[in-house]
């Protein structure tokens, strides 16, 4: 008897988890392996942040927050979001959850009533469907295409929306495929999805990684009816090099807020005091930080895509968020190497493991079967050593050869 409810067994164990540990694995064994598969900065958390925890806790300032979180955190959230965005919101509007992800739960628990439909474009972040189930919704997977920037089109939403629609999840700029929305394509697909009064579930935890000169806007700072109907969420994890500390947060009307406020309460409760005083210094202190670690990421992108379009048979859409890069390795399937066949993304990130000893993550956790998704969140050299072992790796392959039927 499956003693699991079938809940959770709908929404299975997180892809990139299951490569890390395989990773995790043969480095254990001793051999190295280079991580392009991992979803976090390479650089430390800034000086200033960690002297900021340090005192918090010489201060013994670690007892329980108020479960929403630190007014003072919330306090820098607004002035972070009034001065990049000039959008406005009270302490009300704003809650600081263990993780961006975290707050994405909250959000998907507060607005979504069982059967109701959320719309999810592909290639998405690999935990929405499953946030989407565990909350007894029904995602709607779209797919978008290399062509369109990996953008959802307003009429595939249009197409999408049925009277049962809820939310919109839109991740921009995305992972895994980098994709970015301008204002002018959130106008159009927000008119889209607030004609049809959809709650927009926009997780913006990339906005400072941007490259290519582009500026990110929110989803809320479209219009008033965008903002009355968009619950914005980031974090210190990606901007601040800050994966370990465990602070993301929403920003919304504050019914919204209120919701996401009840289910914290009855799971995590506030997030780490430390962690939340760490986060008002990142929010608050200088930010040339972000800027020299974004010069930085643009170089690699730039070198990762350059190699990358130099395999042959290899396509890749040059994303222009987050550290990511997601090309089309499907010419390298139904290929083999001494009889092991790559049918498909997964058999094709275990062969680069094994053969190439680089981890990456496989397009199928993202609902992109022909892609496989490289981080560039480790160094340039590492990035050269790992793209010439690929190359290396799938010089070996060739295609698969029919049984002759006599
Ligand atoms: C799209 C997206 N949203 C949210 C998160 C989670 O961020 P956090 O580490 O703050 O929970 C990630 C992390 O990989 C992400 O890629």
Not at 30 to 57: M, Q, R, W, Y
Not at 208 to 231: E, Q
Not at 247 to 270: F, K, P, R
Not at 373 to 389: D, F, G, K, P, V
Request: charged share 20%; glycine share 6%.
């Amino acid at each position: 008897m499956n003693r699991i409810s079938q809940r959770v067994q709908s929404a299975g164990f997180s892809t990139t988890m299951q490569i890390a540990a395989l990773a995790f694995q043969l480095q254990s064994e001793g051999i190295k392996i280079i991580n392009l598969n991992v979803g976090e900065p390479d650089f430390n958390t800034p000086e200033n942040v960690k002297n900021a925890a340090h005192v918090a806790i010489d201060k013994n300032f670690t007892k329980y927050t108020p479960n929403a979180g630190l007014a003072d955190l919330k306090d820098a959230i607004i002035k972070r979001l009034k001065t990049d965005y000039d959008l406005s919101y009270t302490r009300d509007e704003i809650i600081i959850s263990p993780g961006a992800k975290n707050s994405m739960y909250n959000a998907c628990m507060a607005v979504i009533n069982p059967g109701d439909e959320v719309i999810i474009p592909t290639p998405y972040w690999v935990s929405y469907p499953a946030m989407v189930k565990l909350a007894a919704g029904v995602p709607v997977i779209v797919p978008t295409f290399a062509n369109d920037g990996f953008r959802l089109t307003p009429a595939q939403l249009e197409q999408a929306i049925t009277p049962r629609t809820r939310a919109l999840i839109l991740n921009n700029p995305s992972n895994p495929a980098g994709t970015f929305y301008t204002r002018k394509d959130l106008i159009e697909l927000l008119n889209v999805a607030l004609a049809a009064n959809l709650i927009i579930i926009a997780d913006e935890v990339y906005e400072k990684l941007v490259y290519d000169g582009l500026k990110f806007i929110p989803a809320a700072a479209i219009s008033a009816k965008a903002k009355a109907n968009t619950v914005h969420i980031s974090g210190v994890s990606k901007t601040y090099a800050m994966t370990g500390w465990r602070i993301g947060y929403a920003a919304a009307s504050n019914d919204l807020i209120a919701g996401m406020n009840v289910v914290q309460s009855h799971n995590t409760s506030g997030a780490t005091s430390i962690s939340q005083v760490a986060s008002i210094e990142a929010l608050n202190g200088p930010q040339d930080y972000v800027k020299a670690m974004l010069a930085e990421f643009q170089k690699r992108r730039d070198y990762l895509l350059k190699r990358l379009r130099e395999i042959p048979g290899i396509t890749c859409h040059p994303a222009s968020g987050a550290f990511y890069l997601f090309p089309d390795f499907s010419v390298y399937f139904n290929m083999e190497f001494e009889g092991e066949r790559i049918m498909n993304s997964a058999d094709m990130v275990y062969y680069l493991l094994k053969h190439a000893h680089v981890a990456t993550v496989p397009g199928s956790g993202f609902g992109a079967e022909n892609y496989i998704r490289l981080a560039y969140a480790t160094s340039l050299e590492n990035i050269e050593t790992a793209l010439n072992q690929i190359e290396a790796a799938l010089k070996k392959l060739s295609p698969i050869r029919q049984l002759e039927i006599k």
